[in-house]
């Protein structure tokens, strides 16, 4: 499972050097890189922005989909099942003062977890 904040629309610096540390040839991909062969991967990540706004006529422009080819042909490359996604927007960091907010954020968050609990059960 890779799970993240969306950032800048793909994942954050540091979990993409991860990838770049890790899903390396020989051991993800290649002629002998196998390891990863079979594997599932479920993606589960958040946005700031609101949902309502990553759609073709949205602030975004693009459907949230749009943005995942790259980790999708990650799982293709190396062989991995592509088994789902779980999103949920609004989750702001820069809304944590706002007690109104935050507990709704804390009420999406909860839900999020819910549906990867779910995904996850279902594989």
């Not at 390396?24 to 700031?48: A, P, Q, W």
């Not at 949902?51 to 062989?79: H, R, S």
Request: proline letters at 4%.
């Amino acid at each position: 499972m890779f799970q993240f904040p969306f950032f800048w629309y793909s994942v954050p610096s540091l979990m993409q050097k991860w990838l770049e540390d890790v899903f390396v040839h020989g051991f993800s991909h290649g002629r002998t890189g196998d390891k990863l062969r079979g594997k599932k991967l479920v993606i589960s990540f958040t946005s700031g922005a609101p949902e309502e706004m990553y759609q073709k006529a949205g602030l975004q422009n693009y459907e949230i989909d749009e943005f995942l080819p790259p980790l999708k042909q990650t799982a293709n490359m190396c062989g991995m099942q592509f088994s789902g996604v779980v999103y949920s927007g609004g989750l702001s960091y820069q809304s944590r003062h706002d007690e109104e907010k935050l507990a709704v954020m804390h009420q999406k968050a909860i839900l999020h977890a819910k549906r990867v609990a779910e995904l996850v059960k279902n594989l």
